[in-house]
T-cell receptor, first 111, second 113 residues
Framework: DAKTTQPPSMDCAEGRAANLPCNHSTISGNEYVYWYRQIHSQGPQYIIH???NNETNEMASLIITEDRKSSTLILPHATLRDTAVYYC????????????FGTGTSLTVIP | NAGVTQTPKFRVLKTGQSMTLLCAQDMNHEYMYWYRQDPGMGLRLIHYSVGEGTTAKGEVPDGYNVSRLKKQNFLLGLESAAPSQTSVYFC????????????FGPGTRLTVL
């Protein structure tokens, strides 16, 4: 699976949009981009995933660049409860279905 | 529907002792996983299973054994615990194949003295 690069930490003001970048320049055509988050040592929680197109659900939006070498997770109105470590993962479907978690981005939402 | 549960939540072992961590899921998922997470680090895959009776090694399998005798349960064993195995252990499950997402348990905090 392709490697990902994320900034180690970010701050965001409460109520503002949080934009978390992820670089995956070696991604191949059959690899999906997934985002998970981990709130204070709890089990990671799925947020969103995508292949080529931008995706949106009730939690977040995922913007994938046209060349698919990077993506951005957008939390439209960050709240204090969004303070967590966010992991960007790319994986090939149906290859043991292993997920490789890096160290992620620690997002702090500031009141 | 309890999702993914892990037993126990906390455990303290002495070096050389053995123990088994139990992961149970009630979502009829085919795939199950064991991860460990050390302070300040991401999750690392220990072992995984793609179905009842099957297991496979992940990124850091040494010192651990696993068994999947029933579809709903995935056991992680430490035969002779070492201080380096002090960590938080997470179990996860996923629907087979496709673009399924992993569902995680709450974790087991293990300390080996």
């Amino acid at each position: 699976d392709a490697k990902t690069t994320q900034p180690p930490s970010m701050d965001c003001a409460e109520g503002r949009a949080a934009n978390l970048p992820c670089n995956h320049s070696t991604i191949s055509g059959n690899e999906y981009v997934y985002w998970y988050r981990q709130i204070h040592s709890q089990g990671p929680q799925y947020i969103i995933h995508g292949l080529k197109n931008n995706e949106t659900n009730e939690m977040a939006s995922l913007i994938i660049t046209e060349d698919r070498k990077s993506s951005t997770l957008i939390l439209p109105h960050a709240t204090l409860r969004d303070t967590a470590v966010y992991y960007c993962i790319v994986r090939v479907v149906n290859t043991g279905n292993q997920f490789y978690f890096g160290t992620g981005t620690s997002l702090t939402v500031i009141p | 529907n309890a999702g993914v549960t892990q037993t126990p939540k906390f455990r303290v072992l002495k070096t050389g002792q053995s123990m088994t961590l139990l992961c149970a899921q009630d979502m009829n998922h085919e795939y199950m996983y064991w991860y460990r997470q050390d302070p300040g680090m991401g999750l690392r895959l220990i072992h995984y299973s793609v179905g009842e009776g099957t297991t496979a090694k992940g990124e850091v399998p040494d010192g651990y054994n696993v068994s999947r005798l029933k579809k709903q349960n995935f056991l992680l064993g430490l035969e002779s615990a070492a201080p380096s195995q002090t960590s938080v252990y997470f179990c996860a499950s996923m629907v087979s194949g496709g673009i399924g997402t992993q569902y995680f348990g709450p974790g087991t905090r293990l300390t080996v003295l």
